[in-house]
């Protein structure tokens, strides 16, 4: 699977197809009703079609008449043998000393009731809930709602935090609303692909197979990435530079644009304000400045000093910077190259900048594009609003017109929701690890093996006066070897719900088949526990 996997992803990046193992070939050609979904693996949101036989997933095809025009990856090729995988988790488990013993539903839930509202009595910000990018919607809604409605406490949180926080900070804090504004189609308009921090060839390799599609009807390429990645083999430029200093070469590419008169006046006078950050707080300091500040604050990125800085060669910053202004459409893309960092926000900002400054927006081919790494990071945490500052739809917990608005739809009295945010996903695990935290409800993520600096909140986690529940479909995990309660999960197409991906499309799975062993959709479970 690895051989063929980088195979694949290396004939992907010279733009050739590989055919399917036969093993894969054989059960497409073998089952009994295809039914239509969507991958469960990555941000792209790539239209499938679900092989079922004998009650059982037997084969995955990509959907031609989807965005994704029938091509999957081979993430998404190999969906079937994720569903009965040898630790595919199928009965309660609790733990008993260090071993784990099963128990019936009746058992878990009444214990799970007891122990988060005995939790709740003494004290309702005791309580929290860690959610994912991964969930459906559904799960992420419904959560949302009963901790912030009914429960009164905000501290309520998932994985996006970790990977798409600076991105949606980037986006509302340069347009005021989350989520890119541009869609997939835009890329059959581009003639400039700058793509930066983002291994497309691996990461999202149907999208990256659409864009070497463009290059060969005249697209050029600029890829900005420390590596020379697969990716980077098709890119007319490859811009080379010091992990952590291409914020230089943007704010460098923006002087160029300037000073060359690149930029569209005409768009930057109409549709344009400029601010800057006096102090980053918490909460930020911003003031606003005005073009001729603007220029000034670029003086000092010129692309011999940025090249000082990053190692970038400046004739290149300059060669990127007129390729990126003079093209009839550029569709800037980038992923956790620059979300996973200090900076992310910024660096965000000044991709967005680039296309605010040259007028690369607002038309088909022109649009600044952050790529999703979670199937519905969008859809179910972003729009959903589960994260612990967030209502859904971009509502604030801190606005007390958006705490209303939730309040009046929910059929809540007024001032229920509390206005203070709570715990955000690191403060959360070291909150449980103090024992501020009593109670905690993982759902659909493996925290134990993915929070950065992970041993201190493994240890969190083991804590002997806390109570840890986590929903899983697989055991062990990094994480359900931790808890004290362990639920089975139904997985993907073994119950029904909603993804939102990258480009805000909505898109419905059907249940294909029935979850393994006891396993049971989130959604249900949660609902039992709630009432």
């Not at 509502?395 to 059929?411: H, Q, S, Y």
């Not at 007024?414 to 715990?423: F, H, N, S, V, W």
Request: hydrophobic content about 40%; charged content about 25%; some cysteine.
């Amino acid at each position: 699977l690895l051989k063929y996997s980088a195979a694949l992803a290396a004939a992907s990046a010279i733009g050739l197809d590989l055919a399917l193992p036969k093993e894969l070939m054989a059960a497409e050609a073998d089952v009994e009703k295809w039914i239509k979904s969507v991958c469960r693996y990555c941000g792209a949101g790539c239209g499938v079609y679900v092989g079922v036989k004998g009650g059982k997933v037997a084969a995955v095809k990509g959907d031609k008449d989807n965005w994704n025009k029938g091509f999957i990856c081979l993430k998404g090729n190999f969906l079937p043998p994720i569903m009965t995988a040898q630790d595919r988790l199928k009965t309660p488990l609790l733990r008993k000393g260090n071993d784990f013993v099963k128990i019936s539903w009746k058992e878990a839930m009444d214990l799970m009731v007891d122990k988060f509202a005995s939790a709740y009595k003494a004290d309702p910000q005791s309580l929290a809930f860690y959610g994912s990018g991964q969930a459906y919607t559904e799960e992420s809604y419904f959560m949302n709602k009963f901790f912030k409605g009914g429960l009164g406490t905000n501290n309520i949180d998932g994985n996006p935090r970790l990977c798409m926080a600076s991105a949606a900070v980037g986006y509302v804090s340069t347009f005021g609303k989350d989520e890119p504004m541009g869609s997939y189609d835009d890329m059959y308009h581009a003639d400039c692909f700058f793509i930066v921090g983002s291994n497309m060839a691996e990461a999202h390799p149907v999208i990256f197979r659409i864009v070497n599609e463009q290059k060969k009807r005249g697209a050029k390429i600029i890829m900005v990435d420390p590596r020379k990645t697969l990716s980077a083999k098709i890119a007319d430029m490859h811009m080379s530079f010091i992990p952590g200093n291409d914020l230089a070469i943007l704010n460098a590419m923006a002087h160029v644009i300037v000073k060359e008169n690149l930029h569209s006046k005409e768009y930057v006078e109409k549709y344009t304000v400029f601010k800057k950050m006096v102090d980053p707080g918490p909460p930020p300091k911003i003031e606003k400045v005005n073009w001729e500040e603007y220029v000034k604050f670029l003086d000092e990125y010129t692309p011999e000093a940025a090249e000082k800085i990053s190692g970038c060669p400046k004739d290149d910053i300059i060669k990127a910077a007129r390729m990126f202004a003079q093209s009839k459409a550029t569709m800037s893309f980038w992923c956790m190259g620059l979300n996973q960092r200090t900076r992310g926000v910024w660096v965000n900002n000044l991709m967005h900048n680039l296309h605010l400054l040259t007028g690369q927006i607002n038309r088909p081919g022109a649009t600044s594009f952050s790529l999703t790494g979670q199937p519905n990071a969008c859809g179910g945490v972003r729009d959903g609003g589960l994260l612990s500052h967030l209502l859904p739809y971009g509502r604030l917990i801190a606005n007390e017109k958006d705490r209303e608005e939730m309040e009046k739809f929910w059929g809540l009295p007024a001032g229920r929701i509390q206005p203070k945010p709570g715990l955000t996903a690191v403060e959360m695990f070291r909150a449980f690890g103090k024992g501020e935290l009593k109670a905690l409800w993982i759902a659909c993520t493996n925290p134990g093996q993915s929070l950065p600096n992970v041993d201190a909140y493994r240890k969190a986690m083991e804590g002997k006066d806390t109570f840890l529940v986590v929903s899983e479909a697989y055991h062990p995990t990094k994480t359900s070897e931790l808890a004290d309660l362990v639920l089975p999960a139904a997985l993907w197409v073994e119950k029904e719900g909603t993804y939102g991906q990258s480009e805000r499309r909505y898109q419905f799975l059907e249940k294909a088949v029935n979850p393994a062993g006891e396993a049971r959709p989130d959604l249900e479970v949660m609902i039992e526990f709630a009432n």
